[in-house]
């Protein structure tokens, strides 16, 4: 019921001001009682529980205090030479963070990193190094080469480099790796300013170290920029055109809430369903119908129960996208979005032949047409990890004040994937992890993206840089190094056909 007016403020009168309050309860009685609101209003989102995340907690503190990864078996490169390349990294800091800086300003999604390359492409030019922009089938994708001194008998790993001819056998090739775009919305919440920076930064110091004295980095580096692999697989399609072949290995880092060594990323494919039925009269004639949502549910549903029998790091997450328009008529048309995650490539292909047995069984059951679409852009893999290189790497950020963890003190639960899976199936790679958040601040937030722009992001540029370009003069010097990463690689499977892995 409506209340009492209260008084105007501009009544011409007291007198009138009384009458209108004394008038205003026979006014409001004869009005029509204005309906209420029959909006929904929303329930209560139920409080998230933490308690499994502060069992891994436990689990991980537990597991640092006696964990540690064993180093590198082998020399590697002089310390002289290292002492060399620490004060180049450091001589680069304040124009590296200046990129990282000005990368997380201008954030740009993938395939349209436009600015962002340029910005590299002008950095590697203001130190004298050509760079080609737009190359391996992608506009924004970067190369750029340095050689030291060629010819060093003995050096290049047998059987290394089996993609394509590199510049000589005798020769090794190992190429380090930039990503520089950003998510939608949140901008550089994966990192990938801090990405770009620590394999530029390697690629300038092993370029200035080879200027001045050839015989320090005896073979050749490739500076890779990879865009895209957020959302998308951009080193696939740069491989499918020929940006690895000729490469002993390739090396890169990635910010996280830890120092890890290793740690999982599992394989990714994308699938589309789509479900063709009839409309029909939901009411007057539903038997008419064949309803293509009552299909999509059955496969929403069938997803989650086969979710028990699949192994604990299996992902599959799905959404319906379209399932009609009114409830009275029998939708015709329903479509699902899912992405399906793996350890392994064989597991991953189990799983992938799994959903779609559930995404066709779904269409049986429902009487409805169905299309299955697998990948429109190209899967990524696992990473397959190269304990010989992580090795170098981690010599390396001790002696930057880092220790990174051996595989497994943080859970493996906690995975995400990267198209770099996708690299190390071909050649010998790494792709540690480099922390500059807290532990609980996760990736692709807003909070991720302000802490990939903090101090500790750019303590974590400068000694990624190091560790790069370390773990890649190391594999240069070291022919026992460079023989047992790729004795490695073979005993683990050797390359793999990724483009026709899944036909």
């Not at 009492?4 to 029509?32: G, I, N």
């Amino acid at each position: 019921m409506a209340t009492p007016s209260a008084p105007h403020p501009e009544s011409p009168h007291p007198e009138a001001q009384r009458t209108e309050e004394r008038l205003e309860p026979e006014r409001t009685e004869a009005r029509r009682p204005e309906p209420e609101s029959t909006e929904a209003q929303p329930t209560e989102v139920s409080t998230v529980s933490t308690a499994f995340l502060r069992q891994l907690d436990d689990e991980r503190e537990s597991a640092m205090r006696t964990a540690s990864h064993p180093g590198s078996a082998f020399d590697g490169a002089d310390a002289a030479l290292h002492d060399r390349l620490e004060e180049l990294v450091e001589a680069d800091r304040p124009e590296m963070l200046d990129l990282m800086l000005d990368l997380a300003e201008h954030p740009e999604v993938a395939f349209e990193e436009h600015r962002s390359a340029r910005a590299i492409v002008d950095v590697l030019a203001a130190h004298g190094i050509e760079a080609q922009l737009g190359v391996h089938g992608l506009d924004t994708a970067i190369r750029a080469e340095i050689s030291g001194m060629s010819g060093v008998s003995g050096t290049r790993p047998a059987g290394a480099g089996a993609a394509g001819a590199g510049v000589g056998d005798d020769v090794p090739t190992l190429a380090i790796l930039s990503e520089y775009d950003a998510l939608p919305v949140v901008g550089h919440g994966c990192g990938h300013n801090v990405i770009a920076v620590m394999g530029l930064g390697a690629f300038l110091a092993l370029a200035a170290l080879a200027k001045a004295d050839p015989s320090a980095v005896p073979g050749r580096v490739v500076f890779l920029g990879t865009p895209a692999e957020e959302g998308h697989t951009g080193k696939e399609h740069m491989a499918r055109n020929g940006a690895f072949d000729g490469l002993d290995a390739a090396v890169m880092a990635h910010p996280y809430g830890y120092d890890l060594a290793d740690q999982v990323w599992l394989g990714r494919r994308t699938l589309t369903v789509e479900y063709h039925g009839h409309t029909a009269h939901a009411s007057a004639q539903p038997f008419m119908g064949r309803n293509a949502l009552d299909a999509a549910s059955l496969m929403y549903q069938g997803i989650g129960l086969m979710r028990q029998q699949t192994p604990p790091s299996d992902r599959i997450h799905a959404v319906i996208r379209e399932g009609g328009d009114r409830a009275s008529v029998v939708p015709d048309y329903a479509k699902l979005d899912l992405y399906v995650r793996s350890q392994r490539p064989e597991t991953l292909k189990d799983l992938s032949s799994r959903v779609e047995d559930v995404a066709r069984g779904a269409a049986l059951m429902a009487g409805v047409g169905v299309s299955v679409n697998w990948d429109q852009h190209p899967p990524s893999l696992p990473v397959r990890t190269n304990e010989a290189l992580t090795g170098s790497w981690v010599q390396a950020q001790r002696r930057r004040g880092r220790d990174p963890l051996p595989f497994g003190v943080v859970s493996p639960i906690l995975a995400a994937s990267t198209d770099f899976g996708n690299v190390s199936y071909r050649i010998p790679g790494i792709h540690p992890v480099i922390r500059i958040a807290p532990p609980e601040v996760a990736l692709h937030t807003r909070e991720f993206a302000t802490w990939a722009v903090s101090e500790d992001a750019r303590a974590a540029a400068s000694d990624g840089a190091y560790g790069l370009a370390a773990t890649v003069l190391d594999a240069l010097h070291d022919p026992q190094l460079a023989t047992a990463m790729a004795a490695e690689f073979e005993e683990a499977g050797g390359a793999i056909d990724v483009p026709s892995f899944f036909d």
